[in-house]
């Protein structure tokens, strides 16, 4: 398995203000994934981080909206930008080990 | 668009009885895995299917899946009050990118 933390647990932001979501894994791996989890619903994967490299976004996720650094292989950071309350969701973010896909307890985003 | 398709959407059951739950999926797929969420926090990993096995035991979870009909099951027996939580299938159809159904709310009632 994998030992994943996430920093904050939880916020409550105001609109138009930025958060930024840290990622720490364990030991070193090669990709790192962001999940999105809207109120009530399943998992939407919004982009991969590789080390070294920019990330990829899924369709309907953008860089300015969603900036993701990858500084070493141990960490990420998520940017939820320009926030919304459309953007309180739990953001999670994932990697693998040997085909098995381990996730952090999440972020809980609350957006007024 | 999501993948998989859960089913029941929710399922409620006495404390002891098994609970069974099913995914559905669209495109061909590398592996299959499944998950439990509790309250919003989380997700635990529970058991992962690769596409060229028919079934998968670990503890009191039974998993099978079959390709020919894009489709998984999973299985707890004798459930516990612990194992209310929302329970996810997620694809993989590659690319390590998992694709995941709508999830199945289970509760268990004492």
């Known amino acids: 398995s994998a030992v994943i933390s996430q920093k904050p647990s939880r916020d409550i932001c105001q609109r138009g203000t930025s958060l930024t979501i840290q990622c720490q894994v364990d030991?070193?791996?090669?990709?790192m994934f962001w999940y999105r989890q809207q109120p009530g619903q399943s998992l939407t994967l919004i982009a991969t981080?590789?080390?070294?490299?920019?990330?990829?976004?899924e369709s309907g996720f953008v860089i300015d909206k969603f900036p993701i650094s990858r500084p070493n292989l141990t960490f990420s950071t998520l940017t939820v930008s320009n926030m919304s309350p459309e953007d309180s969701s739990i953001y999670l973010c994932?990697?693998?080990?040997?085909?098995?896909?381990?996730f952090g307890p999440g972020t809980r985003l609350t957006v007024l | 668009s999501q993948q998989g398709e859960e089913d029941p959407q929710a399922l409620s059951i006495q404390e002891g009885e098994n609970a069974t739950m099913n995914c559905s999926y669209k495109?061909?797929?590398?592996?299959l895995q499944w998950y439990r969420q509790n309250s919003g926090r989380g997700l635990v990993h529970l058991i992962l299917?690769?596409?060229?096995?028919r079934e998968k035991h670990s503890g009191r979870l039974r998993v099978t899946l079959d390709t020919s009909k894009k489709s998984s099951s999973l299985l707890i027996t004798a459930s516990r009050a612990a194992d209310t939580a929302s329970y996810f299938c997620?694809?993989?159809?590659?690319?390590?990118?998992?694709?995941f159904g709508q999830g199945t709310r289970l509760t268990i009632n004492p």
């Open positions: 030991s070193q791996v090669t990709m």
């Open positions: 997620a694809t993989d159809p590659g690319a390590q990118k998992l694709v």
């Open positions: 495109t061909s797929i590398n592996n």
């Open positions: 299917i690769r596409s060229n096995e």
């Open positions: 981080a590789n080390q070294g490299s920019e990330a990829t976004y």
């Open positions: 994932s990697v693998e080990r040997v085909d098995e896909q381990f």
